[in-house]
């Protein structure tokens, strides 16, 4: 079994180096992949940065770094760096933005949510500066971040439960992840980032790549346990001045990408019955 972390980076050193470390004290280690988006600063002139990399190397970690000639864009870097980390034989893939800290069993869980049956796995991404607010998984009865849709495609219900914590620790089925998630080979050969109509801000990307995933009969799964701990940094990544207008054309991607393929999603939204599961399956 071979795990690849897959990093896009842009500006963001010291929650880079959060990440590093994060991914050093991982009950499962992975290769590391880190694709720079033209970043004004190489990481490499960062003297902490260099003792990061160094450690993890020292301890048998392999670290792949490359940088972009120009600016790609979030989507576009989303699928250079899995068209790159495609080429050797990795069975997982595990996407982390930038600007979280996950806990040292987060990628532990994923895998074990993939051995449940799922093609996707996720977790949820708490505000690290903000106070906690748990939730009962209960509440989710058996599905997180709902679609409900009429039937000419609009939305009746979009849900967003995976940005706090839970009381306790289930997998559920999901209908689309909110951001870092591991995936199978199978699922990056078929469905892709790019190209895409969404402008260069990532608002609503996993939700239009979980719908492709979904289409094609892949499953996706979230264990309400499995922490990435979101700092929300907000210079660097994707952000950009002009951020609320790039959030607002990507809605509009969205649910016109959503009536364009109502037929399918509808189906794939069918509520069906349900089971709470812990995150060992029973």
């Not at 990399?53 to 864009?73: C, P």
Request: proline share 3%; hydrophobic share 35%; aromatic share 12%.
């Amino acid at each position: 079994m071979k795990i690849a972390t897959l990093i896009n980076y842009k500006d963001r050193p010291s929650e880079l180096s959060h990440l590093l470390l994060s991914l050093r004290n991982q009950t499962i280690k992975t290769d590391i992949f880190i694709l720079d988006d033209a970043s004004g600063t190489p990481i490499q002139t960062y003297h902490f940065m260099n003792c990061i990399l160094t450690r993890l190397r020292l301890e048998g970690f392999k670290i792949y770094y490359q940088k972009s000639a120009f600016d790609l864009g979030v989507s576009r870097a989303r699928q250079e760096i899995v068209n790159w980390a495609m080429k050797e034989d990795y069975n997982y893939f595990v996407r982390v933005d930038d600007d979280v800290i996950i806990e040292n069993d987060f990628i532990e869980r994923l895998l074990k949510v993939i051995e449940q049956g799922y093609d996707i796995s996720s977790g949820v991404t708490p505000q690290m500066a903000s106070p906690i607010f748990i939730r009962d998984p209960i509440n989710l009865k058996g599905i997180g971040n709902r679609v409900i849709l009429d039937s000419e495609g609009n939305y009746i219900y979009n849900g967003d439960d995976f940005g706090m914590q839970y009381t306790d620790s289930i997998i559920v089925k999901a209908h689309h992840f909110r951001s870092s998630a591991m995936m199978t080979r199978q699922v990056l050969e078929k469905i892709k980032y790019w190209p895409t109509k969404l402008t260069k801000h990532g608002f609503r990307e996993e939700q239009i790549f979980s719908y492709k995933a979904l289409m094609e009969g892949f499953k996706i799964g979230v264990d309400t346990g499995a922490i990435a701990w979101h700092q929300q940094t907000p210079s660097g990544g994707e952000r950009f001045a002009e951020s609320n207008e790039l959030i607002k054309t990507n809605e509009q991607v969205l649910k016109e990408f959503t009536k364009e393929n109502k037929d399918k999603l509808i189906e794939c939204f069918k509520i069906e019955p349900y089971t709470i599961k812990n995150s060992e399956g029973y």
